[in-house]
């Protein structure tokens, strides 16, 4: 399970360095039939493909929006339910944490709820001087991760707290 969070944090830390600013209009964003909505400055780019994990290849979908040097990311997948069953919810979410945090530093972890489910909350310090944010919750075998990442102080930010606000779990 580690691999699938690590791929969202590779592709928000691809990003570069810089960027001009750009005017936001922010959108919601909500997959007809998945399961969640949440506000982004600009329209997601949807990208999905299948990575290989230890349970076999697990599509994932994320939408994503790279502002340079800030990027906001939204992803689900779905686990076979045999990856996770008889599981300790609250183990499979330690493991997702920590394939989240991997080298990094963990600053802060709040265990909350999202939409009645168990979720968390994690602020993450990188070697290259960025933050990640995130927030992750699963409801079954569906996971839900919505991630800001950015420069070290970001996180305190109006859009970054705007993103992470605006993440529910609503009817499929």
Do not use: C
């Given at each position: 399970?580690r691999?699938?969070?690590?791929?969202?944090?590779?592709?928000?830390l691809?990003?570069?360095?810089?960027?001009?600013?750009?005017?936001?209009?922010?959108?919601?964003h909500?997959?007809?039939?998945?399961g969640?909505?949440?506000?982004m400055?600009?329209?997601?780019k949807?990208?999905?493909?299948?990575?290989?994990?230890?349970?076999?290849?697990?599509?994932?979908?994320?939408?994503?929006?790279?502002?340079?040097?800030?990027?906001?990311?939204?992803?689900?997948?779905?686990?076979?339910a045999?990856?996770?069953?008889?599981?300790p919810?609250?183990?499979?979410?330690?493991?997702?944490?920590?394939g989240?945090?991997?080298?990094?530093?963990?600053?802060?972890?709040e265990?909350i709820?999202?939409?009645?489910?168990?979720?968390?909350?994690?602020?993450?310090?990188?070697?290259?001087?960025?933050?990640v944010?995130?927030?992750?919750?699963?409801?079954?075998?569906?996971?839900?991760?919505?991630i800001?990442?950015?420069?070290?102080?970001?996180?305190?930010?109006?859009d970054?707290?705007?993103?992470?606000?605006?993440?529910?779990?609503?009817?499929?």
């Open positions: 399970m691999l699938l969070p690590r791929l969202a944090i590779a592709i928000a691809a990003a570069p360095a810089a960027a001009p600013a750009q005017a936001q209009n922010w959108v919601e909500k997959p007809e039939g998945i969640y909505r949440i506000e400055p600009a329209a997601p949807v990208q999905s493909r299948d990575v290989p994990t230890a349970v076999g290849p697990i599509k994932t979908t994320m939408a994503v929006v790279d502002r340079g040097a800030v990027g906001f990311i939204v992803s689900h997948n779905d686990y076979p045999g990856a996770i069953q008889g599981r919810l609250s183990d499979v979410l330690d493991g997702i944490r920590n989240q945090v991997g080298a990094h530093k963990l600053r802060n972890e265990k709820t999202l939409g009645g489910q168990p979720a968390r909350h994690l602020v993450i310090d990188t070697a290259q001087g960025q933050v944010v995130s927030r992750i919750v699963m409801v079954e075998n569906r996971l839900f991760q919505a800001y990442v950015g420069p070290r102080g970001g996180e305190d930010g109006d970054a707290k705007r993103f992470m606000a605006s993440f529910q779990l609503v009817q499929r």
